[in-house]
């Protein structure tokens, strides 16, 4: 994690990996003759609703920093609402990944009744998790103290208000 946080880049390395650990178990799976797992609707519920509460949470923070909202979050709940944040990029990624290698799985497998709407649900709750890393990314820059202009202009020769030093 850099400075910033969790960046696309860090979202992108985890679902790529986690896609391609699951493409070979699931690949290995189904050649010894095993079915896939049942994926559900529900799911895709439970990733709208948490995406909607990242964003949520985001949003009181961001309408404090730009002074929207005299009503401070406290410094704990700001904190959790960064934590959840990265939480939702990181997640929502491996998620991605996990049912894109679903949906490359059930690509091969067309000939299977049932491998077409296997293959769309996957699809959905691809785009849907990919959803929930935007919504984290969007939440944690809203919770993204902006910086101080007057911290850059203290410090200089013979500017009485520097920093202390010991």
């Known amino acids: 994690?850099?400075?910033?946080?969790?960046?696309?880049?860090?979202?992108?390395?985890?679902?790529?990996?986690?896609?391609?650990?699951?493409?070979?178990?699931l690949r290995l799976s189904?050649?010894?003759?095993?079915?896939?797992?049942?994926?559900?609707?529900?799911?895709?519920?439970a990733i709208?609703?948490?995406?909607?509460?990242v964003?949520?949470?985001?949003?009181?923070?961001?309408?404090?920093?730009?002074?929207?909202s005299t009503r401070p979050p406290s410094p704990q709940?700001?904190?959790r609402t960064l934590v959840a944040a990265q939480a939702c990029v990181l997640a929502g990624a491996a998620v991605a990944g996990w049912y894109a290698a679903y949906a490359l799985v059930e690509a091969g497998r067309l000939s299977?009744?049932?491998?077409?709407?296997?293959?769309?649900?996957?699809?959905?709750?691809?785009?849907?998790?990919?959803?929930?890393?935007?919504?984290?990314?969007?939440?944690q820059g809203w919770c993204r103290i902006p910086e101080d202009k007057d911290d850059d202009s203290r410090g200089g020769p013979g500017d009485p208000g520097g920093p202390v030093r010991a």
């Open 30 to 45: 189904v050649s010894r003759g095993n079915g896939l797992p049942h994926g559900t609707w529900f799911a895709l519920v």
């Open 112 to 139: 299977a009744n049932s491998a077409l709407s296997g293959m769309v649900q996957a699809i959905v709750l691809t785009v849907a998790s990919i959803g929930a890393v935007a919504a984290g990314l969007v939440a």
């Open 1 to 25: 994690m850099t400075e910033n946080g969790v960046t696309w880049r860090h979202a992108t390395v985890v679902g790529v990996v986690v896609l391609g650990v699951v493409y070979a178990l």
């Open 48 to 53: 709208v609703l948490l995406s909607l509460a």
């Open 55 to 68: 964003l949520a949470g985001g949003w009181e923070v961001r309408a404090y920093l730009r002074g929207m």
């Open 77 to 79: 709940r700001a904190r």
